[in-house]
């Protein structure tokens, strides 16, 4: 009779939630998604959150509620450079409630103020997701005043080349594919794990 190994075991239920507690109590500040619109910065930090048992808030649901207007209202209202300074208050005041999950605007970590306080206060996580992933997320529903134009696709190329440089400022950088949540949520999970180290 042959010995085999045993074969590998997934970690239990009560190791995984051992290794999230861990990994909670050595985070002090914000979790903070940035990146294009249609990275997932909403649906990937509410299961983020969900997860890590700590608060998630939206920026653009937290701005549309103190302004008791849609975005694409404020920006065909006001103005983009109106909209761009409520969005630095109301994240500013976002940032001031602890460990959470905070999902940003596609704009807000390219703005110069936005992105020093991001940086200075919390733990900002740029999701990138190729042009081909966003146009698909994106063409799901009609709410984001920079996309109505003749040629989204155009539009998200010209951004992601417009906002590259100050998303590669973050502090982690995950590739958001057009896979599961699932295996993006663990690998943030996993580079958290490293940059808290």
Not at 9 to 26: C, F, I, K, N, Q
Request: contains cysteine; charged residues 25%.
């Amino acid at each position: 009779m042959v010995d085999h190994p045993p074969a590998p075991t997934e970690p239990s239920d009560a190791a995984y939630a051992g290794d999230v507690r861990r990994l909670v109590a050595r985070i002090d500040k914000p979790l903070v998604l940035v990146g294009m619109m249609g990275s997932g910065k909403s649906s990937i930090g509410r299961r983020l959150a969900t997860r890590l048992h700590i608060p998630f808030h939206d920026a653009d649901e937290a701005i549309e509620t103190a302004a008791q207007s849609s975005i694409a209202e404020i920006f065909s209202r006001d103005g983009e450079a109106y909209f761009r300074d409520g969005e630095r208050r109301v994240i500013a005041r976002l940032l001031g409630h602890g460990p959470c999950v905070l999902a940003t605007g596609g704009g807000a970590f390219v703005q110069p103020d936005t992105r020093g306080d991001i940086l200075a206060r919390g733990i900002a996580i740029w999701l990138d997701a190729s042009v081909a992933t966003l146009v698909e997320r994106t063409s799901r529903r009609d709410h984001r005043p920079l996309l109505r134009t003749g040629n989204p696709a155009a539009t998200l190329e010209r951004l992601c080349t417009e906002r590259r440089d100050a998303y590669a400022m973050a502090h982690i950088h995950i590739a958001s594919d057009a896979g599961p949540h699932k295996r993006t949520l663990d690998a943030i999970l996993s580079a958290l794990e490293g940059y808290l180290a």
